[in-house]
Every structure is written in structure tokens, then in C-alpha cells.
């Protein structure tokens, strides 16, 4: 392999043709639970591994995204990492990369706390790991998905980086790569999805609850699934469209009720204050370049939307809408 590893393949589980691809190809396996030393070991592989570390605290944008702590699935617990750090080197396997990724939590100020956090850790375990070579930070820098949230100082991330390299190599008494994962924070806002209006339709307040007014879409959850899933929070305009704002519930044409784009953290329908469209109107969501095609789906045996590239002035399609026989190609009915 080469120095540093070109293709990472962080994992708790190793799954369909994975262990063949880190065997075939070198990639370095970074490793999120013990048992997968044991199973690297039987598949014969022989070389480095890094180990993705729970350090028992983090915090994701929503409750869903856990990325740290006892109720987070992901990584090696830290109190346990003197006992894997152990059965790697029977193993034959040097570690040559820690990591760990807390997540951005919901406000920047807590990123950076929890930065400095993480890397007073790395700086307490590196001297216990002679091959590393690195250490991950994980990601990502914050990205502010709501109008006049105010963003990440980026010169306060560069600053902490630089102590914590710093400290960690002085930790190590050798020089220590510091590696992060940017993650949304680029490609959130280079991606719209952007819907066509078919109806605005009402309902009204009964003892249930309030009425709303549901402006109905060609978009789904199963082209962005981040609102449904929970309760995720997307700019959406009206483009070209001006007048009086109404309280709107955005939905799509599934057949779950939560197929609606206007969710609250509890998965409450949020209405947002949006002129009444017509049918016909294009619906802009925006800041879904992240977690949104590569999440989408064929639920409803819906195809998956196209993909325009925009550069320079000029549009390109990079990805075709979908046809049922592009659903339904992988469908067979042979002896096993």
C-alpha cells in the first residue's frame, strides 16, 4: 500500500465483498468493532489496520446521527482499546491510524469543543501506538442548512488542527499526520432538488389537531430521505414566485404520511412560511448534496431522479432518470 493510504474503508461490519476488496486491492481496513481483527486474520490478510475509536462522547446534527458515547454504534469502545490494541499485534497487524469521528453537533461552538476534546485524547493514546502514523479526526465541519445561522470560523478549525497535530506528535515524539473529513461542509451546498408543484390542497383543524395547507410535490423521501428520516431541516423557495407568505407543509406522492418535507426534530409536521404556488411552480430544496442521491431510492418502484451538472453557464446530464426496466433488471427467479 502506499503512504498515506489512498482508499480508507472505515467499517463496524465487514460485509458482501468487502474483506476481498481490502485483500485484493490494499485498501487499509479501519477497523469499528473487535471482532473484525479475528475475521481479518482468517481471511489471511497481513498489514496495517487503523482503529476507529468510541471515545464516549459526541454529538450528531440530529439524535439519529449519534456519532459518539454509550448509545452510539460506532467504533471501538475506549476503555477496551488496550485489549484490542493487544490482540492486534498477535495478529501480526500494525496499527498505523487512530480515529475517531464526534460528529459536528448542531452548533459550532461544540464542534470545536469537542475538536480540542478529541485531540487531548489522541495525545494520551498515541504513545501506546509505535506505528502510527496518523490520526483522523473524523468529520465534519459544520454546515449551517438554516437562512442567517452563522457558519464555522474556518480559521478557528485551521487553529486547532495545528495544536492538535502539535501536541499529539510531541505526545508521540515523532511527526504525526492529522487527517480530517471536510464531509458536508462542500458538498451540502452544491446540490438543489428541485420539485414540480401538482396541487395545493387544505385540510382543517379538528380535535386532532390544526388544519394545513399541503403543497404537493413530485419529490419524494425517496429522492431526499434526510426530512422523513429525521426530521432534518432543508431551505426550500418558490422559484420566481413573490406574493403573500402562507404557513405550507411541503409533500411528496408516497403512500407514508411522513413523505413530507416540513419536519421539526420531533418529526412533526413544520409548516414554512412559503407564497401560495400554483401548479406547475418549481419547488427548490436546497443544501442536498449531502446524504441526498447517494440515500435516494426506488421505493414506490419510483425511478431515481436525473442529475444536471451546472458549469460555466452550460447544463449537462450526468445521470439519466431511471426506467422500470433499470428497476427491474436485477430481478430473477433461478435455483439456488
Wanted: hydrophobic share 40%.
Amino acid at each position: 500500500g502506499s503512504e498515506p493510504p489512498v482508499v480508507v474503508l472505515t467499517a463496524d461490519v465487514f460485509r458482501d465483498n468487502s474483506l476481498t476488496v481490502v485483500l485484493q486491492e490494499r485498501v487499509l481496513p479501519n477497523l469499528g468493532s473487535p471482532g473484525m481483527l479475528e475475521q481479518l486474520g482468517r481471511s489471511g490478510y497481513r498489514g496495517p489496520v487503523g482503529l476507529r475509536i468510541n471515545p464516549g462522547f459526541g454529538h450528531g446534527h440530529v439524535q439519529a446521527c449519534d456519532t459518539g458515547g454509550p448509545s452510539s454504534k460506532h467504533g471501538i469502545w475506549h476503555e477496551d482499546l488496550d485489549a484490542v490494541r493487544k490482540r492486534a499485534w498477535r495478529e501480526g497487524f500494525p496499527i498505523v491510524l487512530l480515529h475517531a469521528h464526534i460528529g459536528t453537533g448542531p452548533e459550532a461552538d461544540e464542534f470545536l469543543e469537542n475538536l480540542a476534546r478529541l485531540g487531548a485524547r489522541f495525545a494520551e493514546w498515541i504513545s501506546s501506538f509505535p506505528d502510527a502514523t496518523a490520526v483522523n479526526l473524523g468529520g465534519g465541519i459544520p454546515y449551517p442548512y438554516r437562512p442567517g445561522t452563522p457558519g464555522v470560523d474556518l480559521e478557528g478549525v485551521g487553529a486547532a488542527l495545528r495544536e492538535i497535530q502539535s501536541a499529539v506528535s510531541r505526545a508521540a515524539r515523532r511527526p504525526v499526520r492529522v487527517e480530517i473529513e471536510p464531509g458536508r461542509f462542500f458538498v451540502a451546498p452544491a446540490v438543489v432538488l428541485v420539485a414540480r408543484v401538482t396541487e395545493v390542497k387544505e385540510t382543517r383543524g379538528n380535535e386532532k389537531g390544526p388544519g394545513q395547507t399541503f403543497v404537493m410535490v413530485d419529490a419524494g423521501f425517496c429522492d431526499l430521505v434526510r426530512p422523513a428520516m429525521y426530521g432534518s431541516y432543508h431551505h426550500i423557495s418558490v422559484h420566481g414566485k413573490r406574493g403573500p407568505l402562507i404557513p405550507s407543509a411541503v409533500a411528496g406522492p408516497l403512500c407514508e404520511s411522513g413523505d413530507v418535507f416540513t419536519r421539526d426534530a420531533a418529526e412533526l409536521i413544520e409548516p414554512r412560511l412559503l407564497p401560495r404556488p400554483s401548479p406547475g411552480d418549481l419547488v427548490v430544496l436546497h443544501d442536498v448534496g449531502a446524504y441526498g442521491v447517494a440515500m435516494s431510492s426506488n421505493y414506490n418502484s419510483i425511478g431515481r431522479a436525473p442529475q444536471v451538472w451546472l458549469e460555466d453557464g452550460q447544463l449537462f446530464l450526468i445521470s439519466r432518470r431511471e426506467t422500470l426496466e433499470d428497476i427491474v433488471r436485477t430481478e430473477c427467479f433461478e435455483p439456488l
